[in-house]
């Protein structure tokens, strides 16, 4: 009997693991993986001093992917695969710049935009669960005219107990801003601004004892736009 039982063990953990898969732009999306720089699996980046916490695996070079248009201000959806782990998501912009497929996003230049840890007695993941694994927010009303990387990320936390356990689940997808002038702080790094043995990366007290409700995901404060 013990050979079913792991087997059906490791079909949960893959099946638990995801992508961000498509967005829309006030309702309007342009297609399946359309826009997005897809990884080439569905597994988590651990190591938060790699490249890869960027735009994940191969995510360096949007080469061949659209460039998607949206306005200061405009509401964006986004849809990940389905995960049980706990965690939050959270979203970040990184531009303007010329040209977003070019743009590796290595280095100063990050910004939050976008964040949902523990609301109401669930994580993120469980809100989305209920709305087909959608998550909804408003692009800052107050941004330069230039294309971005828009950096979605899911934080998986069953693994947080252990250092280097919490799972890191990136997409980066394209955008072409039409704005008009702003300026947004704080800024971050990635990477740089993610140390595994930070506070909201690793929480050996996660499931016996961790207050979900003091949660704050990494990235710092959502920045002001002005």
């Known amino acids: 009997m013990l050979k079913p039982l792991v087997s059906m063990a490791l079909v949960a953990v893959v099946s638990a693991h995801q992508n961000f898969h498509q967005l829309w732009v006030n309702g309007v999306s342009p297609g399946y993986q359309v826009g997005i720089r897809m990884p080439p699996s569905n597994n ?19 080469s061949g ?25 959270t979203h970040m912009l990184y531009g ?3 040209d977003a497929a070019t743009t590796s996003g290595v280095g100063a230049g990050w910004f939050k935009i976008d964040e949902q840890d523990y609301v109401d007695g669930e994580w993120a993941n469980q809100i989305m669960e209920a709305v087909n694994m959608t998550h909804t927010f408003k692009l800052p009303s107050k941004l330069q005219t230039g294309e971005y990387l828009l950096r979605s990320e899911m934080l998986a936390l069953h693994g947080s107990q252990t250092l280097g356990g919490a799972q890191f689940y ?7 801003i039409t704005g ?9 790094s990635l990477p740089g601004a993610y140390n595994e043995d930070d506070s909201d990366i690793y929480i050996p007290d996660f499931y016996y ?10 990235g710092g404060a959502v920045a002001t736009c002005s």
Do not use: M, R
């Open 170 to 176: 990136i997409g980066c997808a394209q955008l072409s």
């Open 44 to 62: 988590p980046v651990t190591d938060v001093t790699s490249n890869d916490i960027v735009c994940n695996v191969n995510g360096a070079s949007g």
């Open 65 to 89: 992917v659209a460039v998607v248009d949206a306005k200061a201000g405009d509401t964006i959806e986004v849809q990940w695969d389905s995960s049980t782990h706990p965690g939050p998501i």
């Open 180 to 188: 008009s002038s702003g300026s947004c702080s704080p800024k971050i």
């Open 96 to 98: 303007p710049v010329s």
């Open 209 to 218: 004892g961790f207050d979900p409700t003091t949660y704050k995901a990494p």
